[in-house]
């Protein structure tokens, strides 16, 4: 899911009207202080992260002077949370604080409902699993006409939001709703939102994640990979999405995986399904081979589809070989497999890797017709002395013996190794 970060959000809620605190993002405390001067009084200083209870890991500071927020945000540049390094904080004007509120949107899965739902609580600042739920107020929303103020209403009443406040209460949860609509949003938790001193209603934080789905209608957001990553997409990454992103039919997964494109032991990685992905990390792991990358060809891919994630795994530099890791009896017609393996093979392996070490197992649906599809297409590379001298195909026999398939690749990677410094390359 394509998540944003709390500055993010709070940005694209601004711009669609709603009541956010001034300020902005830094990334050294020296630009943090320069914020704070701008604001010129009380500032709040946010560690920016993907992550809740930020508060409690100490990477929400308030305090009062430029110089201390300098200081705040140097301090939150050392720490980490889980893991994950800070590299912005959010320096935006401390907030009178009368009383602090929750509410999200996030998509009601149940049968009787699957439409978005609000989720309203006057026990804001907590984590959301610890409101008691006598005290979490939910109401369905109707996915073409939004939030019905009489549902406002009716939830903040519910709530016990007095009387005087509850045209408020509920025309800001109205423009929630219609952001939430408007910028497609997965889920979008305001905790809390907070009622000032002088009784007005502003976003104190913000929780935006957008439905992957939505990403190629939204250019403004920017996001080039709509999918959680470790960090910055690589080359490989952005390839891949493209070949997911411009072809709906079936899965034509393919990530990076941390390959350096110079040591040996890595082979070009293509799983079908994620099940069968993991018995072929078992083959590869057996014999201390790596995955060069990630992909995964299931849910029934055209062959095209098939092709290019293909081509991509086989374009990596240095690898000592080539998985097709059909450990399952897939339900897919395979020959849509085997119609794009033989087209790939042939363009590749004569003139960029001759006797790469392939190994080929397809299992499952049409597997006879599919494994001659192969035999046959690959036949005239698969001579003593051909460029395919190192494929080998493999059918139902082998569907659970990782050992085997393992075995095989390291023995044809030894050979492929051998060879290659043989000829000095
Ligand atoms: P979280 O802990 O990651 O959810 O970060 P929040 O932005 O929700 O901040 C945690 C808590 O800081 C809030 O629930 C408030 O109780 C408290 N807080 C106190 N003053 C301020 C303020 O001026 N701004 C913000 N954002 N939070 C404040
Ligand atoms: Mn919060």
Known sequence: MA????????????KSGLPVPQGRVASTPEE???IAEEIGKAVAVKGQVQAGGRGKAGIVKLVNTPDEAAAAAAEIFAKNVMGVPIYQVLVEEKLDIKKEYYCSFVVNGAREARSPMLMFSTEGGMDI???PEELLFKVNIDPINGLQVYDAVDVCARA???AQDISKFASFLSKLSQAYKKLDCQTLE???????GSGNLVCADCKMEIDNSSVGRHPEFGISIARDLPGAPTELDLIGWSIEETDARGTGFLMNMGYDEVSPGYIGYHPIGGGSAMMGLDALNQVGLKPANYA???????????????KCVLSQPNI???LLGGFMMANQEQWHHSHAIVKVLREVLPTQKPGLPCVLLLCGNREDESLEILREGLADLMTPDGPGKRIEIYGKEYVTDTKFIGQRLLALSKEYRAEKESQGK
């Not at 998540?3 to 601004?14: A, D, S």
């Open 3 to 14: 998540k944003f970060l709390e500055f993010q959000g709070k940005e694209w809620l601004r």
């Open 32 to 34: 943090a202080k320069k």
């Open 129 to 131: 699993e610890s409101v």
């Open 160 to 162: 016990g939001i007095p």
């Open 190 to 196: 305001i905790n809390p939102f907070i009622m000032t």
């Open 296 to 310: 995964d060809t299931s849910g029934n891919p055209v062959g095209s589809k098939i092709y290019r994630v293909a």
């Open 320 to 322: 000592d070989g080539y």
